[in-house]
């Protein structure tokens, strides 16, 4: 095997090549997505959270001229409710979406109809035609109250997630103290720039039906509508344009795209629909709302002896793709970068009349993050300790590295591959200058000022397997083409790829095209999620290039009469090693001597292309710190986010411009969920936040600038580049990093239990 040469782009800040097409408004998203003939869909909403469906009458809309079609559930009482992508349980089946509701509807923006007309507006104006009768019935929405039926006699509570390990009991029955908390996580989600869209086409010459607008897991997707239409799996296929954010609630399978490829199939015309705010306020998925109630047994210097966690996650009406992915997370990330010798965690999926539930940047360890170390902070307060000291006191130390935990999450054991968990609050508290932080603060306090400094660690979790697929191939004129199965919800896929084709090839940067999120291209994929891809298809296109090289010297070597250990490739061209003014050969005469018919043939497959696969049992754990530093007006109880920077360790950073992004962006959105997003609801179910009027997010005016320490300490001895991924820890420890900074400043250990934090919950805190 012939080395590639010292890297040259891995580690670079090169500039993304996505940004190309955007900067030039050339940019495909789903919206400009358009074909001749093409029908448009509206949807008919429930306006009521909860009630019996009497009657849907289509007949008004369909006596509007312009309206070709419109369907109740009857009219798709043929196809099966949405399958589970990940962490199924059995006992979830029961509680999933039919595409339109059958008998019932479970929350206000649930659809109850559909129709297709000529062209957006006659489908906007059609669907208030559709006259839906509902009688209305009580509300659950409170996920820690009682119980009720969710329908045909099923409970609301359809499963408890357990994990544990150690004896619990016995740790609190020695125990020298036990902190007790009770803390909650308010309901919120991400809201991309881009809606959610779909197209739909159904090519019947071919018998093929296609999806544009996918996003994040093209493949999974494809398979599952296949198998609800009861169609072959290669009769279709999904196509990823540009995509305005994802954050994990964008490209799951949702009610619209089923109803959007059906109706293509049905009618035999382009079908298509883009969601306007308000529909993606109260339909797209939203997340973290859950209630905790945990104690922890501690020794008399605050040694963790024991963690045990109940708490309950408001599913909303329905189970949808994650199954049971949040609350799962949750319970098995909880024990975070500390020493945690027993530890049990219950979690009640509970499922109630709101908006349903699914994943979002950092899912359950948001949560989770912030109940944990809400707990260290108790055990600081308890103790008479530093909150540092608290957690220099628990961390693992870097000497234990490997950590196996007796927990799992998303079908992996977890087991902490490597980290310098000490290490790297050191860099973040001199990141701080925290000593001279404190004196200040100090100082400011004595003035009068509310001021206060809070920090925050935790552990991620990356790099989900179990594979990733890769194709390069190398055209005539030299021009390399990466084809993978993953896509690209704006992280920077495109530009990650080509760093290491390159880089491992030994071509130019700008000489390779990376293709996604098409699943005609390749046979398989796992898409974008749980920052994977640098991980996975990264180590896939290494392995790949480092074929598709050694077929290029083999060849080469043929063509120039020279043994192959002595030929390198430099920028695209085949040389003698250490020889600049020799002779030399292009990639595109490599790949037009191995072109079909060529005697350089010989057993190759024809051609210049290589395929490779990484697979992976175990998912990587990059680690953080996260330091914040907020002011309080004493008359409005405004919040003001002095200073915040994040310490996080990526093993590698194949970019570092790309991961200072992510986590700068991650931390906007800990913000969001910590400060302002929330969505709240009137006894009856009304949705209160509709529009931006009401749902609240950070502008730039409330996002400080973020200070960045990107670590490569304990690179990840599960994958040869060491990487681990990058995508989710700016959002991980915001609203923990900032509670324990508004405590602080509150001079009130423990006053903050609950996210968002409002400037009314300031003003109470402060009233005499």
Same mark, same amino acid.
């Not at 098995?332 to 539930?357: C, D, E, F, Q, S």
């Not at 910590?674 to 996002?703: Q, S």
């Given at each position: 095997?012939?080395?590639?040469?010292?890297?040259?782009?891995?580690?670079?800040?090169?500039?993304?090549?996505?940004?190309?097409?955007?900067?030039?408004?050339?940019?495909?998203?789903?919206?400009?997505?358009?074909?001749? !003939?093409?029908?448009?869909?509206?949807?008919?909403?429930?306006?009521?959270?909860? @009630?019996?469906?009497?009657?849907?009458?289509?007949?008004?809309?369909?006596?509007?001229?312009?309206?070709?079609?419109?369907?109740?559930?009857?009219?798709?009482?043929?196809?099966?409710?949405?399958?589970?992508?990940?962490?199924?349980?059995?006992?979830?089946?029961?509680?999933?979406?039919?595409?339109?509701?059958?008998?019932?509807?479970?929350?206000?923006?649930?659809?109850?109809?559909?129709?297709?007309?000529? !062209?957006?507006?006659?489908?906007?104006?059609?669907?208030?035609?559709?006259?839906?009768?509902?009688?209305?019935? +009580?509300?659950?929405?409170?996920?820690?109250?009682?119980?009720?039926?969710?329908?045909?006699?099923? +409970?609301?509570?359809?499963?408890?997630?357990?994990?544990?390990?150690?004896?619990?009991?016995?740790?609190?029955?020695?125990?020298?103290?036990?902190?007790?908390?009770?803390?909650?996580?308010?309901?919120?989600?991400?809201?991309?720039?881009?809606?959610?869209?779909?197209?739909?086409?159904?090519?019947?010459?071919?018998?093929?039906?296609?999806?544009?607008?996918?996003?994040?897991?093209?493949?999974?997707?494809?398979?599952?509508?296949?198998?609800?239409?009861?169609?072959?799996?290669?009769?279709?296929?999904?196509?990823?344009?540009?995509?305005?954010?994802?954050?994990?609630?964008?490209?799951?399978?949702?009610?619209?795209?089923?109803?959007?490829?059906?109706?293509?199939?049905?009618?035999?015309?382009?079908?298509?629909?883009?969601?306007?705010?308000?529909?993606?306020?109260?339909?797209?998925?939203?997340?973290?709302?859950?209630?905790?109630?945990?104690?922890?047994?501690?020794?008399?210097?605050?040694?963790?002896?024991?963690?045990?966690?109940?708490?309950?996650?408001?599913?909303?009406?329905?189970?949808?793709?994650?199954?049971?992915?949040?609350?799962?997370?949750? *319970?098995?990330?909880? +024990?975070?970068?500390?020493?945690?010798?027993?530890?049990?965690?219950?979690?009640?999926?509970?499922?109630?009349?709101?908006?349903?539930?699914?994943?979002?940047?950092?899912?359950?360890?948001?949560?989770?993050?912030?109940?944990?170390?809400?707990?260290?902070?108790?055990?600081?307060?308890?103790?008479?300790?530093?909150?540092?000291?608290?957690?220099?006191?628990?961390?693992?130390?870097?000497?234990?590295?490997?950590?196996?935990?007796?927990?799992?999450?998303?079908?992996?054991?977890?087991?902490?591959?490597?980290?310098?968990? %000490?290490?790297?609050?050191?860099?973040?508290? !001199?990141?701080?200058?925290?000593?001279?932080?404190?004196?200040?603060?100090?100082?400011?306090?004595?003035?009068?000022?509310?001021?206060?400094?809070?920090?925050?660690?935790?552990?991620?979790?990356?790099?989900?397997?179990?594979?990733?697929?890769?194709?390069?191939?190398?055209?005539?004129?030299?021009?390399?083409?990466?084809?993978?199965?993953?896509?690209?919800?704006?992280?920077?896929?495109?530009?990650?790829?080509?760093?290491?084709? %390159?880089?491992?090839?030994?071509?130019?940067?700008?000489?390779?095209?990376?293709?996604?999120?098409?699943?005609?291209?390749?046979?398989?994929?796992?898409?974008?999620?749980?920052?994977?891809?640098?991980?996975?298809?990264?180590?896939?296109?290494?392995?790949?290039?480092?074929?598709?090289?050694?077929?290029?010297?083999?060849?080469?070597?043929?063509?120039?009469?020279?043994?192959?250990?002595?030929?390198?490739?430099?920028?695209?061209?085949?040389?003698?090693?250490?020889?600049?003014?020799?002779?030399?050969?292009?990639?595109?005469?490599?790949?037009?001597?191995?072109?079909?018919?060529?005697?350089?043939?010989?057993?190759?497959?024809?051609?210049?292309? *290589?395929?490779?696969?990484?697979?992976?049992?175990?998912?990587?754990?990059?680690?953080?710190?996260?330091?914040?530093?907020?002011?309080?007006?004493?008359?409005?109880? @405004?919040?003001?986010?002095?200073?915040?920077?994040?310490?996080?360790?990526?093993?590698?950073?194949?970019?570092?411009?790309?991961?200072?992004?992510?986590?700068?962006?991650?931390?906007?959105?800990?913000?969001?969920?910590?400060?302002?997003?929330?969505?709240?609801?009137?006894?009856?179910?009304?949705?209160?936040?509709?529009?931006?009027?009401?749902?609240?997010? +950070?502008?730039?005016?409330?996002?400080?600038?973020?200070?960045?320490?990107?670590?490569?300490?304990?690179?990840?001895?599960?994958?040869?580049?060491?990487?681990?991924?990058?995508?989710? @820890?700016?959002?991980?420890?915001?609203?923990?990093?900032? *509670?324990?900074?508004?405590?602080?400043?509150?001079?009130?250990?423990?006053?903050?239990?609950?996210?968002?934090?409002?400037?009314?919950?300031?003003?109470?805190?402060?009233?005499?």
């Amino acid at each position: 095997m012939n080395a590639p040469a010292k890297s040259k782009l891995i580690g670079q800040s090169v500039t993304r090549k996505e940004d190309g097409p955007l900067l030039r408004g050339q940019g495909l998203f789903a919206a400009d997505v358009n074909f001749p !003939n093409q029908l448009y869909m509206g949807v008919v909403r429930s306006t009521y959270a909860h @009630g019996n469906i009497l009657s849907v009458d289509l007949a008004p809309a369909l006596a509007i001229p312009g309206v070709v079609a419109a369907w109740s559930f009857a009219e798709v009482a043929d196809v099966p409710p949405i399958d589970f992508r990940l962490t199924k349980l059995e006992a979830l089946a029961a509680y999933r979406q039919t595409i339109l509701a059958k008998d019932r509807v479970r929350y206000v923006g649930d659809p109850v109809a559909v129709v297709f007309a000529e !062209n957006a507006y006659l489908a906007e104006d059609a669907a208030e035609h559709v006259v839906v009768e509902i009688e209305e019935l +009580p509300v659950i929405l409170e996920a820690d109250g009682p119980t009720g039926e969710f329908r045909d006699g099923l +409970p609301t509570e359809p499963a408890v997630i357990r994990k544990g390990y150690g004896d619990v009991d016995a740790a609190f029955a020695k125990a020298h103290a036990t902190v007790s908390l009770s803390l909650s996580i308010g309901r919120h989600s991400g809201v991309p720039l881009e809606t959610r869209g779909a197209i739909g086409r159904y090519n019947a010459v071919k018998d093929v039906l296609e999806m544009y607008g996918a996003a994040k897991v093209p493949h999974w997707n494809r398979d599952q509508l296949a198998k609800m239409f009861g169609r072959p799996q290669l009769s279709m296929n999904l196509f990823e344009g540009h995509v305005g954010g994802g954050f994990g609630i964008r490209g799951e399978l949702y009610p619209e795209d089923v109803l959007v490829c059906l109706a293509a199939l049905r009618l035999g015309r382009p079908v298509k629909w883009i969601e306007d705010r308000r529909e993606h306020l109260i339909a797209a998925n939203h997340s973290r709302q859950q209630t905790h109630h945990i104690r922890a047994a501690i020794d008399s210097e605050g040694h963790i002896l024991a963690i045990d966690d109940e708490f309950y996650h408001d599913q909303g009406g329905y189970m949808r793709t994650h199954a049971a992915t949040v609350p799962d997370l949750a *319970a098995a990330m909880l +024990p975070g970068p500390y020493r945690v010798p027993a530890y049990r965690a219950a979690g009640h999926i509970r499922l109630t009349n709101k908006t349903p539930g699914g994943t979002y940047r950092a899912p359950g360890r948001y949560e989770s993050t912030f109940v944990r170390e809400r707990l260290l902070d108790a055990i600081a307060a308890e103790i008479g300790i530093d909150t540092v000291e608290v957690r220099r006191r628990n961390l693992i130390d870097k000497s234990e590295m490997p950590v196996t935990r007796a927990l799992e999450t998303l079908g992996t054991h977890i087991v902490l591959d490597s980290g310098d968990y %000490a290490g790297l609050l050191d860099k973040a508290l !001199n990141g701080v200058s925290w000593d001279a932080l404190q004196a200040d603060i100090k100082q400011r306090r004595e003035a009068g000022e509310l001021v206060g400094a809070g920090v925050a660690m935790f552990v991620e979790k990356s790099g989900l397997g179990p594979f990733d697929d890769v194709r390069i191939t190398i055209d005539t004129t030299g021009h390399v083409e990466v084809v993978t199965g993953a896509a690209s919800v704006g992280q920077g896929v495109e530009t990650v790829i080509a760093q290491i084709c %390159a880089d491992t090839l030994g071509v130019g940067y700008d000489q390779i095209n990376v293709i996604h999120g098409q699943t005609n291209r390749i046979g398989r994929g796992l898409g974008a999620f749980a920052s994977r891809v640098t991980v996975m298809t990264g180590e896939a296109t290494r392995l790949a290039a480092i074929k598709l090289r050694d077929k290029v010297l083999t060849t080469a070597a043929e063509l120039m009469q020279l043994p192959s250990g002595e030929l390198d490739i430099v920028d695209g061209q085949i040389v003698q090693t250490g020889n600049a003014i020799g002779p030399s050969v292009g990639l595109g005469q490599i790949a037009a001597a191995l072109a079909p018919g060529s005697k350089l043939l010989g057993d190759e497959a024809p051609g210049l292309s *290589a395929e490779a696969t990484f697979e992976s049992a175990h998912m990587t754990y990059p680690y953080g710190v996260h330091v914040a530093v907020v002011s309080l007006a004493r008359d409005t109880g @405004g919040i003001d986010i002095e200073r915040y920077l994040v310490a996080y360790d990526v093993g590698r950073a194949i970019n570092p411009m790309l991961v200072e992004g992510q986590i700068v962006g991650g931390v906007a959105q800990g913000i969001g969920g910590a400060l302002y997003e929330e969505f709240t609801y009137d006894d009856r179910g009304e949705p209160l936040a509709v529009t931006f009027a009401d749902y609240l997010m +950070p502008t730039a005016r409330e996002v400080p600038d973020v200070d960045v320490i990107v670590s490569e300490d304990a690179p990840s001895p599960l994958n040869p580049m060491g990487v681990k991924g990058a995508g989710e @820890g700016g959002t991980n420890a915001v609203g923990a990093a900032l *509670a324990a900074a508004i405590d602080d400043a509150l001079q009130m250990p423990g006053a903050i239990s609950q996210l968002p934090v409002s400037p009314q919950t300031i003003r109470a805190l402060l009233r005499p």
